[in-house]
C-alpha cells in the first residue's frame, strides 16, 4: 500500500514540476513578444536614447535584432555605442560619430600591428629588432631613422609590423606615428565616458552570440574586427571582455574560442585569426592569449597537421611567432604551465614515432617526410630566442635540458651510407631531407648556447619573477657531464658487445660498413664547450681533467674522424657507385653555409680528443680509421692505451 501512495506521490510531483516548466515557458514567450514590440517601436522610429537608461536591456535587443533583423544588425550595433547622443551630435550618423571618435584618437596609436600580406615589402633591423624574427611595414621604416643600421629589404611571407611594440622593437627605432604605449596613459581614455560601459555590454553580447551559436557567424567576427579598428580603447576593451568568464560557464570566452578553433569553417578559422592578431598587440591579452595557445597547443599541432597549409586554412599555430618571442611571457609560463615541457616532448614524440626497429630515425617516416615536425621545432626556437629562457633552462631546470639533449641524441647516425663497390645504387640517398633537418636542429641549439654565453657576461632580470640566472663553474660540470652521459649512452646501444669490451682495440672500416655525417649530440658538445672555455674562460683540464672514463674521449673522436675520412674517400671519387648525391653530401658539409655547424664542430671535437687522449693511443687510433698502419709498420695491429708506437 505504501509502494501505492509513494508512486502517485512520485507522479503528482513529475506533473506538478511538467506544468511549472510549461508555466514558465508561457511567461518567457509573453515577456518576449512584450519585448519584441519594445524593440521594434526603437528600431523603426530610432529612439535609441531610451537605452541610455535602459543597459540591461542591450544584450537582450542585440540578440532579438540578431535573429529578427540581421540586415540591420551592424548599424544597430553603431546606434547602440553611440545612444548617449544629444543635440547637435544626432545631426551625425551613428558611423560617421565614431569615425570622429577615431580620428580624435589617430595621434594617440602606440602600435602599428599591420598585417603582412604575402610578397608585401618588409623591413627587418638588427640593430632595433629584438630579436630575428622581428619586422616593420614599409610605411615605418620611411618615417623612422635607421640610418647607420644593419637593415635588410625582403619580402613577408606573413606575420604583422612591431612598429611601437617596445618587446619588439628599440624605442628608437619607432616611427614618428607609433610611439609605442606611453607609461600611465590608457588608451581607452580617448574614448568618451559615456561610451565605455556601452562598448563592454556590446561587445560581450557579440562574444555571447557567436560562442552560443552552433554554426558561429563570421558576420559576427567581422562586426568585431571592424569595431576594434575605430579606436585603440575599443581593441582594449574587446581584449578584456574575451579574457573574462562565458555567461554561465568557469572558462573564459577566449578559452571557449580557442578550445573550438578547429570546429570552426575555414572562412571563420581565418578571420578568427587576423582578429587575435590585431588584438595581441596589447601585452595585457597577449599573456592569458599564450597561455590558452599552449594549453591547446598539442590539439593544434594535430589539427595542422592534417591540413594542406595551416596558414591559408586559418591555423591558430601561425600566431606563435608573435607569442613565443616575448621573453618575459615564456619564462612565467615555463615556471609556471610547463610551456617549454610541452614543446619538447611533442617534439620528442614526433622524433620517437620515426625511429625504426635498429634505433635509428627514418627520414622516410611520414612524421620526418610531410615536415610534421616543422611548426613545433620553429616554435621551440622562439622559445629560446629568448637568453633569459634559455638560461632559465641551463641553470635552473636540469630536466629540461636533458630533453634538449635528447633531440639531439635521436638525430644522431640518421641516415647512414654504405659504399657500394660492383654495380650502381638503383636508388640514391635523399640526404637533404636528412640534412635539414639536422640543420634546423643545430641552427636551434646555437641559438641555444647563446643563453649560456650571456650567462657569463650579463644579469638577465625577469620583470615578473626578479630572478637573474648567472652561471657558476659548478653548473658548468653538470653541463658537461648531462652531455657525456648521453654520448656514452648513445654509444652503449651502438656499439656491438666486442667493440665495447676492447674500445681501444676495435676495427672499423669507413670504406665497408655504415657510415652517417648526422652526429649533432658531438656538434652540441663541441659548441658548449667552445663556449665555456671562450666566454667564460674555463681551462680545458679543469673542465675535463676530473672525469674518470677516459674512454670518453675516444668516443668523442670516433665519429667526427670517420665524417673526415667519409669526406675524403668522396673527393677521391671512391664512393662514385653511390651516385651523385655523395658528391652533394661533401660540398653540404665542408663548402656551404652548413659547415661552421658541422665540420667546423666536428674538427673541434677531433681537437679535444687529441689534447686529452694519450698521444700514442691518439695516432694508433687515427692510422687505424685511415687503414695506414700497415703502411708504416711491418706489423699490422692497433696500440692500445699502455703501449707507445715506436718512432
Same mark, same amino acid.
Given at each position: 500500500?505504501?509502494?501505492?501512495?509513494?508512486?502517485?506521490?512520485?507522479?503528482?510531483?513529475?506533473?506538478?514540476?511538467?506544468?511549472?516548466?510549461?508555466?514558465?515557458?508561457?511567461?518567457?514567450?509573453?515577456?518576449?513578444?512584450?519585448?519584441?514590440?519594445?524593440?521594434?517601436?526603437?528600431?523603426?522610429?530610432?529612439?535609441?536614447?531610451?537605452?541610455?537608461?535602459?543597459?540591461?536591456?542591450?544584450?537582450?535587443?542585440?540578440?532579438?535584432?540578431?535573429?529578427?533583423?540581421?540586415?540591420?544588425?551592424?548599424?544597430?550595433?553603431?546606434?547602440?555605442?553611440?545612444?548617449?547622443?544629444?543635440?547637435?551630435?544626432?545631426?551625425?550618423?551613428?558611423?560617421?560619430?565614431?569615425?570622429?571618435?577615431?580620428?580624435?584618437?589617430?595621434?594617440?596609436?602606440?602600435?602599428?600591428?599591420?598585417?603582412?600580406?604575402?610578397?608585401?615589402?618588409?623591413?627587418?633591423?638588427?640593430?632595433?629588432?629584438?630579436?630575428?624574427?622581428?619586422?616593420?611595414?614599409?610605411?615605418?621604416?620611411?618615417?623612422?631613422?635607421?640610418?647607420?643600421?644593419?637593415?635588410?629589404?625582403?619580402?613577408?611571407?606573413?606575420?604583422?609590423?612591431?612598429?611601437?611594440?617596445?618587446?619588439?622593437?628599440?624605442?628608437?627605432?619607432?616611427?614618428?606615428?607609433?610611439?609605442?604605449?606611453?607609461?600611465?596613459?590608457?588608451?581607452?581614455?580617448?574614448?568618451?565616458?559615456?561610451?565605455?560601459?556601452?562598448?563592454?555590454?556590446?561587445?560581450?553580447?557579440? @562574444? +555571447?552570440?557567436?560562442?552560443? %551559436?552552433?554554426?558561429?557567424?563570421? /558576420?559576427?567576427?567581422?562586426? $568585431?574586427?571592424? =569595431?576594434? *579598428?575605430?579606436?585603440?580603447?575599443?581593441?582594449?576593451?574587446?581584449?578584456?571582455?574575451?579574457?573574462?568568464?562565458?555567461?554561465?560557464?568557469?572558462?573564459?570566452?577566449?578559452?571557449?574560442?580557442?578550445?573550438?578553433?578547429?570546429?570552426?569553417?575555414?572562412?571563420?578559422?581565418?578571420?578568427?585569426?587576423?582578429?587575435?592578431?590585431?588584438?595581441?598587440?596589447?601585452?595585457?591579452?597577449?599573456?592569458?592569449?599564450?597561455?590558452?595557445?599552449?594549453?591547446?597547443?598539442?590539439?593544434?599541432?594535430?589539427?595542422?597537421?592534417?591540413?594542406?597549409?595551416?596558414?591559408?586554412?586559418?591555423?591558430?599555430?601561425?600566431?606563435?611567432?608573435?607569442?613565443?618571442?616575448?621573453?618575459?611571457?615564456? @619564462? +612565467?609560463?615555463?615556471?609556471? %604551465?610547463?610551456?617549454?615541457?610541452? /614543446?619538447?616532448?611533442?617534439? $620528442?614524440?614526433? =622524433?620517437? *614515432?620515426?625511429?625504426?626497429?635498429?634505433?635509428?630515425?627514418?627520414?622516410?617516416?611520414?612524421?620526418?617526410?610531410?615536415?610534421?615536425?616543422?611548426?613545433?621545432?620553429?616554435?621551440?626556437?622562439?622559445?629560446?630566442?629568448?637568453?633569459?629562457?634559455?638560461?632559465?633552462?641551463?641553470?635552473?631546470?636540469?630536466?629540461?635540458?636533458?630533453?634538449?639533449?635528447?633531440?639531439?641524441?635521436?638525430?644522431?647516425?640518421?641516415?647512414?651510407?654504405?659504399?657500394?663497390?660492383?654495380?650502381?645504387?638503383?636508388?640514391?640517398?635523399?640526404?637533404?631531407?636528412?640534412?635539414?633537418?639536422?640543420?634546423?636542429?643545430?641552427?636551434?641549439?646555437?641559438?641555444?648556447?647563446?643563453?649560456?654565453?650571456?650567462?657569463?657576461?650579463?644579469?638577465?632580470?625577469?620583470?615578473?619573477?626578479?630572478?637573474?640566472?648567472?652561471?657558476?663553474?659548478?653548473?658548468? *660540470?653538470?653541463?658537461?657531464?648531462?652531455?657525456?652521459?648521453?654520448?656514452?649512452?648513445?654509444?652503449?646501444?651502438?656499439?656491438?658487445?666486442?667493440?665495447?669490451?676492447?674500445?681501444?682495440?676495435?676495427?672499423?672500416?669507413?670504406?665497408?660498413?655504415?657510415?652517417?655525417?648526422?652526429?649533432?649530440?658531438?656538434?652540441?658538445?663541441?659548441?658548449?664547450?667552445?663556449?665555456?672555455?671562450?666566454?667564460?674562460?674555463?681551462?680545458?683540464?679543469?673542465?675535463?681533467?676530473?672525469?674518470?672514463?677516459?674512454?670518453?674521449?675516444?668516443?668523442?673522436?670516433?665519429?667526427?674522424?670517420?665524417?673526415?675520412?667519409?669526406?675524403?674517400?668522396?673527393?677521391?671519387?671512391?664512393?662514385?657507385?653511390?651516385?651523385?648525391?655523395?658528391?652533394?653530401?661533401?660540398?653540404?658539409?665542408?663548402?656551404?653555409?652548413?659547415?661552421?655547424?658541422?665540420?667546423?664542430?666536428?674538427?673541434?671535437?677531433?681537437?679535444?680528443?687529441?689534447?686529452?687522449?694519450?698521444?700514442?693511443?691518439?695516432?694508433?687510433?687515427?692510422?687505424?680509421?685511415?687503414?695506414?698502419?700497415?703502411?708504416?709498420?711491418?706489423?699490422?695491429?692497433?696500440?692500445?692505451?699502455?703501449?707507445?708506437?715506436?718512432?
Amino acid at each position: 500500500m505504501k509502494r501505492k501512495m509513494d508512486w502517485k506521490e512520485n507522479q503528482n510531483k513529475i506533473t506538478q514540476d511538467e506544468e511549472s516548466r510549461i508555466g514558465n515557458k508561457e511567461e518567457e514567450e509573453k515577456e518576449e513578444e512584450k519585448n519584441a514590440i519594445v524593440y521594434e517601436k526603437i528600431i523603426n522610429n530610432q529612439q535609441w536614447e531610451w537605452l541610455e537608461e535602459n543597459e540591461r536591456e542591450i544584450p537582450s535587443l542585440l540578440k532579438w535584432s540578431w535573429k529578427n533583423k540581421m540586415d540591420l544588425f551592424l548599424p544597430i550595433c553603431f546606434e547602440i555605442l553611440t545612444c548617449y547622443r544629444k543635440g547637435q551630435e544626432r545631426n551625425y550618423k551613428a558611423e560617421e560619430f565614431l569615425r570622429q571618435v577615431k580620428n580624435k584618437s589617430t595621434s594617440q596609436s602606440s602600435v602599428c600591428g599591420l598585417i603582412f600580406k604575402p610578397g608585401s615589402l618588409i623591413v627587418t633591423c638588427k640593430t632595433c629588432g629584438l630579436d630575428p624574427t622581428c619586422a616593420i611595414c614599409m610605411p615605418c621604416f620611411q618615417n623612422s631613422n635607421h640610418k647607420g643600421h644593419d637593415y635588410n629589404i625582403h619580402t613577408s611571407g606573413g606575420g604583422m609590423c612591431d612598429c611601437g611594440d617596445p618587446l619588439a622593437w628599440k624605442k628608437n627605432g619607432f616611427c614618428v606615428h607609433h610611439t609605442g604605449a606611453k607609461e600611465g596613459i590608457d588608451p581607452v581614455q580617448f574614448i568618451p565616458s559615456q561610451m565605455i560601459p556601452l562598448a563592454h555590454i556590446v561587445f560581450q553580447s557579440l @562574444l +555571447e552570440i557567436f560562442i552560443h %551559436e552552433i554554426e558561429p557567424p563570421l /558576420l559576427i567576427i567581422t562586426i $568585431l574586427s571592424l =569595431l576594434q *579598428e575605430f579606436n585603440e580603447g575599443f581593441r582594449n576593451i574587446l581584449g578584456k571582455e574575451m579574457i573574462s568568464k562565458a555567461v554561465g560557464s568557469n572558462e573564459s570566452r577566449l578559452f571557449n574560442l580557442v578550445n573550438r578553433h578547429y570546429q570552426f569553417g575555414r572562412i571563420t578559422r581565418v578571420a578568427l585569426v587576423q582578429l587575435y592578431n590585431n588584438l595581441i598587440v596589447d601585452y595585457d591579452f597577449k599573456k592569458p592569449f599564450t597561455s590558452h595557445f599552449m594549453k591547446h597547443y598539442r590539439e593544434m599541432n594535430r589539427q595542422d597537421r592534417q591540413m594542406d597549409n595551416a596558414k591559408t586554412n586559418g591555423g591558430i599555430s601561425e600566431l606563435s611567432v608573435q607569442l613565443l618571442t616575448v621573453s618575459t611571457i615564456v @619564462l +612565467e609560463l615555463a615556471q609556471t %604551465e610547463n610551456l617549454l615541457d610541452i /614543446l619538447l616532448q611533442i617534439f $620528442l614524440d614526433c =622524433l620517437s *614515432e620515426a625511429k625504426g626497429d635498429n634505433g635509428i630515425l627514418q627520414c622516410s617516416h611520414q612524421n620526418i617526410e610531410k615536415n610534421f615536425h616543422w611548426r613545433v621545432s620553429h616554435d621551440l626556437r622562439y622559445a629560446l630566442t629568448n637568453l633569459c629562457v634559455s638560461q632559465w633552462i641551463f641553470f635552473q631546470s636540469p630536466s629540461l635540458f636533458a630533453k634538449v639533449i635528447k633531440l639531439a641524441s635521436l638525430m644522431q647516425g640518421m641516415e647512414p651510407n654504405r659504399r657500394e663497390t660492383r654495380t650502381h645504387i638503383e636508388r640514391e640517398t635523399q640526404y637533404l631531407t636528412s640534412t635539414n633537418l639536422e640543420y634546423d636542429l643545430l641552427k636551434t641549439m646555437d641559438i641555444f648556447v647563446k643563453g649560456l654565453k650571456a650567462g657569463k657576461e650579463i644579469k638577465i632580470v625577469t620583470d615578473e619573477t626578479n630572478e637573474e640566472f648567472i652561471g657558476s663553474e659548478e653548473d658548468s *660540470e653538470h653541463i658537461i657531464q648531462c652531455l657525456v652521459e648521453e654520448i656514452e649512452s648513445y654509444f652503449k646501444h651502438s656499439l656491438e658487445k666486442e667493440e665495447k669490451d676492447k674500445l681501444d682495440l676495435f676495427h672499423f672500416d669507413v670504406s665497408s660498413e655504415n657510415i652517417s655525417v648526422h652526429i649533432p649530440l658531438q656538434r652540441t658538445f663541441s659548441m658548449i664547450f667552445n663556449i665555456f672555455t671562450g666566454s667564460w674562460n674555463l681551462s680545458l683540464d679543469r673542465l675535463l681533467n676530473r672525469m674518470t672514463n677516459r674512454s670518453f674521449f675516444q668516443l668523442l673522436l670516433e665519429e667526427p674522424l670517420r665524417i673526415q675520412i667519409f669526406i675524403a674517400q668522396i673527393e677521391s671519387r671512391m664512393w662514385i657507385r653511390n651516385g651523385d648525391s655523395m658528391r652533394q653530401i661533401a660540398y653540404l658539409y665542408k663548402k656551404s653555409s652548413y659547415s661552421s655547424l658541422t665540420f667546423c664542430k666536428d674538427i673541434l671535437s677531433i681537437q679535444i680528443a687529441a689534447r686529452m687522449m694519450n698521444t700514442s693511443h691518439f695516432l694508433a687510433i687515427c692510422l687505424e680509421r685511415w687503414n695506414l698502419t700497415a703502411f708504416f709498420f711491418s706489423e699490422s695491429k692497433v696500440v692500445s692505451n699502455s703501449e707507445h708506437l715506436p718512432l
